[in-house]
Each structure stands twice: as C-alpha cells, then as structure tokens.
Nanobody, 126 residues
C-alpha cells in the first residue's frame, strides 16, 4: 500500500513563498503520476498542479500558473510544490495524490487519483 505524507505547510504573508513536500513510500515512486490539490473552507477540492512519472510533463490550474512550480525527485520519492507570490485566496489545505500508471500522463481530476495524503494547511495572511 502506498503512503503519502505532506509537510511544509504553515502561515506566510501575502506576497511570500512557501514550499510543501510529499513523501511517498510503500511502492516505487517512479510508477506514479502525482498531483497537488487544495480545499479551502466551504469550497470544493480543486486541482492545483500535476506532474507525470518522469517529471518532464506538468500541468497547472490557471489560478496558479506563473506562481507555482511542481517538481519531483524520483531518487528521494518526494513531490514538491513551490508556491510564490502567494495571496489570501491560496489559503487552503493542500493534498498530494498519486495515480499508478495513468492512461494520460498528467491527470487533472481528483477522481483520477487512487491515493491521497492527509493534507497540510497553508494560510496566507494579508
């Protein structure tokens, strides 16, 4: 059974930066496309960014393009999300997700993913 553990959340001022990480264990990390999702209070979970198994293909939500960077280190079985120029609308619980051998290289819907982490809180203060 694959396990995902997020870390690195916290509170940051608007305009600041934060990096969250997702450590994966239990199965070969290279077999999984990975994604980041977030859920703010009272809102539905939304896709933030995704990355294919090799790390060469990435996709982002329009709201974070140019500000967030998703990456992975397959030697460390770790997924990252670098978040820059944060604003209050980025406040949410951030979840990483994994999909083994997906049909498309970068899935962008929550239903496409099989495994989820417990989430890490990111709060952006004004």
């Amino acid at each position: 059974q694959v396990q995902l553990v997020e870390s690195g959340g916290g509170t940051v001022q608007a305009g600041g930066s934060l990096r969250v990480s997702c450590s994966v264990s239990g199965r070969p990390f290279i077999n999984y496309a990975m994604g980041w999702f977030r859920q703010a209070p009272g809102k539905e979970r939304e896709f933030v960014g995704g990355i294919n198994k090799s790390g060469f293909r990435k996709d982002y939500a329009e709201s974070v393009k140019g500000r967030f960077i998703i990456s992975r280190d397959n030697t460390k079985s770790t997924l990252y999300l670098q978040m820059n120029n944060l604003n209050t609308e980025d406040t949410a619980v951030y979840y990483c997700a994994a999909k083994a051998n997906p049909r498309i290289s970068v899935p962008t819907t929550g239903a496409s993913y099989d495994h989820w982490g417990q989430g890490t809180q990111v709060t952006v203060s004004s």
